[in-house]
């Protein structure tokens, strides 16, 4: 069968991954976790002393990129990702606090955008790949075939998120997930490089009140309307 290319955008914790990850295992493409790059240069950022949450030295960290390597392994068995900085397994490391709160000054930077979309057009290259994050569907692949913009409100994705954080031992409140999440969808929608936006020709999925299956189902039904 004919392998497109599937974009899918939105706003932080709506579920883009599970569906990416769901989509993936059934139609046996690629998956990318595109925000996990972005996680993982913010995290070589503040391991340099070149981002905080009170600053960040744009030139500094610009000036070091070439030194910044990252590479994405997709477990399809277990739909499980592992980002490696430099050689070094930082999957864990990526998903706190400490990074989701520096996460947006680092994507704001114009240099570190064009050398993660180059990255991420190579990896889509081929088709077969599903790949979620802020500007996929109007940035990094602006004629995939679908293109999925999500949403949820901010009560449920904040509930989802601090669960996840829950479940791994991390000890975080409910409100400071649900303001971490509320300023970066604002830092994410309001920023000038790439924000963002619903693609023009995204079809929405607002998943606050439908259950995993019941997403897939939708997508699915999208994804057989255009491998015809
Ligand atoms: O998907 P995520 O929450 O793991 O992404 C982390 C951050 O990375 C998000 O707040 C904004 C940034 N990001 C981006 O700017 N562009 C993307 N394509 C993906 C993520």
């Not at 996990?36 to 340099?48: K, P, Q, S």
């Not at 790439?194 to 607002?206: G, K, R, S, T």
């Amino acid at each position: 069968m004919h392998k497109i290319t599937i974009a899918i955008d939105g706003y932080s914790s709506c579920g883009k991954s599970t569906l990416a990850k769901q989509l993936a295992t059934e139609l046996n493409y690629t998956y990318v976790d595109s925000g996990a790059m972005y996680r993982a240069i913010t995290l070589f950022a503040i391991e340099y002393g070149l981002a905080s949450k009170e600053s960040v030295n744009a030139e500094g960290l610009i000036d070091q990129l070439g030194n910044v390597n990252i590479d994405l392994q997709y477990n399809s068995e277990t739909q499980s990702v592992t980002t490696f900085l430099n050689g070094k397994n930082v999957e864990e490391e990526i998903r706190t606090m400490r990074v989701s709160e520096v996460v947006s000054f680092v994507s704001v930077i114009k240099e570190v955008r064009a050398k993660l979309r180059s990255m991420q057009q190579e990896l889509g290259k081929r088709g077969g790949v599903v790949m979620d994050g802020r500007d996929i569907g109007t940035a990094v692949f602006p004629h995939a075939e679908l293109k999925i913009f999500m949403t949820a409100s901010p009560d449920v994705r904040a509930k989802r998120r601090f669960d996840e954080l829950k479940a791994k031992g991390k000890e975080v409140s409910l409100e400071e997930v649900r303001k971490n999440l509320v300023s970066r969808d604002l830092e994410d929608t309001s920023r000038k490089e790439d924000p963002l936006i619903q693609a023009e020709d995204a079809v929405v999925l607002d998943n606050s009140d439908l259950t995993p299956e019941r997403q897939l189902q939708i997508a699915l039904g999208w994804v057989k309307e255009r491998v015809v």
